[in-house]
Structures are given as structure tokens and as C-alpha cells.
């Protein structure tokens, strides 16, 4: 069974801090595309920051760019998002998600995901959700 499992949300002011920590299980970690999302009430699911494996390039969306950094730790099958300088329209509930971009073969050989920003693919693998409120 894949599970994906975040942790780190909570309530903070404006200008704060928080990490967020997804804890992986049931897959190869280092097959997979990793990401972030997040949804706030009334609000569309906005794709925040990913991490495409085969080649580790990065994404992230506008309105964290310099604030945010997504990492991970293979060694710990985790994946991680600190966020910095938070403001009020950051508060949402923050998901995690994967999907398979490596797929290994006989020879050495390797199948990989097209050539296209990681946060355009699609996620099949998702956490349950930590909630971020940042006050002003």
C-alpha cells in the first residue's frame, strides 16, 4: 500500500515559519516525482512546488518563489517544504503527492515520464492533508 503521510501545520503569524514533513511508504521513493499542493475554502487545489526525479528539476509557483523550499531525504523516504515569510493567503490545507516517473528495465535501461513541468503531471499518490493558518 502507498501512503503518503504530512505533519508540521499548524497556526502562525504573518512573517513565521513552519516545515512541513510527508512521510513515504510502499514505493520506490526515488522513482517518483514528488509535490506539494494546497487548497484553501472556496478555493481551486493550487500546485505549489515539486521535485521531478529523473533529473531533480524544480517548480515552484509564483507566489512562494524565494519563500518556500521543497526538499527531500531519500534515506528517510521523506519529503519536505519550508516555508518562510508566510502571509494570511497562505492558509490552506497542504497536501503532498506523488507519481511514478522511473520505471527501472532489464539491461540497465529505464522508462521516464515526458519532458514537461513536474507539477503538470498526474498525481496519483496523496496524503491526507495538515492545515496551515497564518494570522495577520
Known amino acids: 500500500e502507498v501512503k503518503l503521510v504530512e505533519s508540521g501545520g499548524g497556526s502562525v503569524q504573518t512573517g513565521g515559519s513552519l516545515k512541513l514533513s510527508c512521510v513515504a511508504s510502499g514505493f520506490k521513493f526515488d522513482e517518483y516525482t514528488i509535490a506539494w499542493f494546497r487548497q484553501a475554502p472556496g478555493m481551486v487545489r493550487e500546485g505549489i512546488s515539486c521535485i521531478r526525479r529523473y533529473d531533480d528539476s524544480t517548480y515552484y509557483a509564483n507566489y512562494v518563489t524565494g519563500r518556500f523550499t521543497i526538499s527531500s531525504d531519500s534515506a528517510k523516504n521523506t519529503m519536505y517544504l519550508q516555508m518562510d515569510n508566510l502571509k494570511p493567503e497562505d492558509t490552506a490545507i497542504y497536501y503532498c503527492?506523488?507519481?511514478?516517473?522511473?520505471?527501472?528495465?532489464?539491461?540497465?535501461?529505464?522508462?521516464?515520464?515526458?519532458?514537461?513541468?513536474?507539477?503538470?503531471?498526474?498525481?496519483?499518490?496523496w496524503g491526507q492533508g495538515t492545515q496551515v493558518t497564518v494570522s495577520s
Open positions: 503527492a506523488a507519481v511514478r516517473t522511473i520505471v527501472p528495465r532489464p539491461g540497465g535501461a529505464r522508462t521516464i515520464s515526458p519532458d514537461i513541468n513536474c507539477i503538470s503531471y498526474t498525481y496519483n499518490h
